[in-house]
T-cell receptor
Framework: KQEVTQIPAALSVPEGENLVLNCSFT??????LQWFRQDPGKGLTSLLL?????REQTSGRLNASLDKSSGRSTLYIAASQPGDSATYLC??????????FGDGTTLTVKP | DAGVIQSPRHEVTEMGQEVTLRCKPI?????LFWYRQTMMRGLELLIY????????DSGMPEDRFSAKMPNASFSTLKIQPSEPRDSAVYFC?????????FGPGTRLTVT
């Protein structure tokens, strides 16, 4: 059974700092990995999708990497802003069907 | 496209009442997922459909929960009878190919 872990559970940084969020999974036979952002009281917004054959994806200040062999993905946020404050979740998809979600990392960027 | 649409956005009901949550997926998407999110248990997959057919309902907590997808543009999640422990945010998501897209959620409170 796939298990997805996100560490740390919470992170607080000053504005402008570069930061890394971590996602680890136990079964490396994945189809893809997706990073989401969730604002309080809102739904999940897709940030980046990495296919199993890819090593990384970039969108603006965000860069996600994938290392299947070690069962890890990282989400790098450059030059963090207060507007980046949210909970970030990773989801690992196994095949044609369902994904397993981590519990998320709650990020606070202080002005 | 308007994205995944869920209704109602908020529902407050008394224990024992029937609750029906509705979802309209993004047009053309062939997968539909129902999730439940609580502080205690995080995001849980309840059931998912592929081309309107239920594929995996192992996450449905009890027989009180049922889901249908009568056509490609509509799905319902029904709880009958509802209990206070069903209070949560229920999300619907749809997918075509890689990325999963979430609706805004229905916040259910059972008193």
């Amino acid at each position: 059974k796939q298990e997805v872990t996100q560490i740390p559970a919470a992170l607080s940084v000053p504005e402008g700092e570069n930061l890394v969020l971590n996602c680890s999974f136990t079964d490396s036979a994945i189809y893809n990995l997706q990073w989401f952002r969730q604002d309080p009281g809102k739904g999940l917004t897709s940030l980046l999708l990495i296919q199993s054959s890819q090593r990384e994806q970039t969108s603006g200040r965000l860069n996600a990497s994938l290392d299947k062999s070690s069962g890890r993905s990282t989400l790098y946020i450059a030059a963090s802003q207060p507007g980046d404050s949210a909970t970030y979740l990773c989801a690992v998809r196994h095949g044609a069907g369902k994904s397993t979600f981590g519990d998320g990392t709650t990020l606070t960027v202080k002005p | 496209d308007a994205g995944v649409i869920q209704s109602p956005r908020h529902e407050v009901t008394e224990m024992g009442q029937e609750v029906t949550l509705r979802c309209k997926p993004i047009s053309g998407h062939d997968y539909l997922f129902w999730y439940r999110q609580t502080m205690m248990r995080g995001l849980e997959l309840l059931i998912y459909f592929n081309n309107n057919v239920p594929i995996d309902d192992s996450g449905m907590p009890e027989d009180r929960f049922s889901a249908k997808m009568p056509n490609a543009s509509f799905s319902t999640l029904k709880i009958q009878p509802s209990e206070p422990r069903d209070s949560a945010v229920y999300f619907c998501a749809s997918r075509l190919g890689g990325e999963q897209y979430f609706g805004p959620g229905t916040r259910l409170t059972v008193t």
